[in-house]
């Protein structure tokens, strides 16, 4: 069985995409990356195929329209798998995520099934946010968290990294969340299972260049499903959840 892996969904990633393959590999040794393309118009996909055909530690999934962070995590969930990793992350791609904490994400998940790099868990934070931005976020995982009544302080978050037998336990192939509600979703489901989902404090830096994927219709979805959650099981079990310090 192979080690670990980051999925890294783009879209529209060229000035990041050869920088953040590059910081990944050298953070964390026992990390391969799969890029999971959307078909870019700005060439992203050319250089994610450069940088595979030179590093065997980096794969390539090109897929043929953009339809959501969610449906492009999916499909490099099931590629992950299918190469038969053993840790599988997730992380964006515009060193908003730093490499740095792959190795405590990996070092945490030994006694976790899934484990989440959270700005909210005592020590993390976030750099270079406005106010309002601050305040939209903290009050979104508040939300979501409130709704959902789960102790997990960080519920939007994606960073995270998985188990493998977490992944195949969560039943991907009916997950409904195609935007950034699909981290939400997630966990969700990972909280129902009882699986031991723990949090480990990083901060989250905003995007060095490009454009923000946020959206009102993607903030939105998210409002409505956690309500979409609720209704489909209003109980959970004695799920292992909490911040790992």
């Not at 490009?210 to 979409?228: D, H, N, P, T, Y």
Request: charged letters at 25%; glycine letters at 12%.
């Amino acid at each position: 069985m192979r080690d670990a892996v980051v999925v890294l969904p783009t879209y529209n990633e060229a000035e990041n995409l050869e920088a953040i393959v590059g910081a990944i590999l050298a953070a964390e040794p026992r990390c391969d990356v799969l890029v999971v393309d959307d078909d870019s118009p700005d060439g992203t996909g050319r250089i994610a195929d450069r940088l595979s055909a030179g590093n065997p530690r980096v794969g390539v999934l090109h897929r043929a329209r953009k339809e959501g962070l969610g449906r492009a995590y999916l499909a490099g969930f099931a590629r992950a798998l299918a190469q038969g990793y053993a840790f599988v992350l997730e992380m964006d791609a515009d060193f908003s995520h730093d490499p740095a904490y792959l190795p405590r994400l990996l070092a945490a998940a030994a006694d976790a099934d899934l484990v989440l790099g959270s700005r909210y868990a005592p020590g993390g934070g976030t750099r270079n946010w406005g106010l309002p931005r601050r305040w939209l976020s903290r009050g979104g995982s508040l939300y979501a968290r409130t709704i959902l009544g789960v102790p997990i302080r960080d519920l939007t978050g994606g960073f995270k990294c998985f188990r493998r037998e977490a992944l195949l336990a969560l039943d991907l192939a009916t997950v409904e969340s195609g935007g950034y509600s699909f981290q939400i979703e997630l966990t969700w489901r990972a909280l129902c299972l009882g699986l031991r989902v723990v949090e480990v404090p990083i901060v989250f830096t905003d995007r060095r260049v490009g454009q923000s994927k946020m959206s009102r219709a993607i903030f939105l979805e998210a409002i409505g499903l956690v309500w979409k959650l609720r209704a489909g099981r209003r109980t959970l079990p004695r799920a292992r959840g909490g911040a790992k310090p």
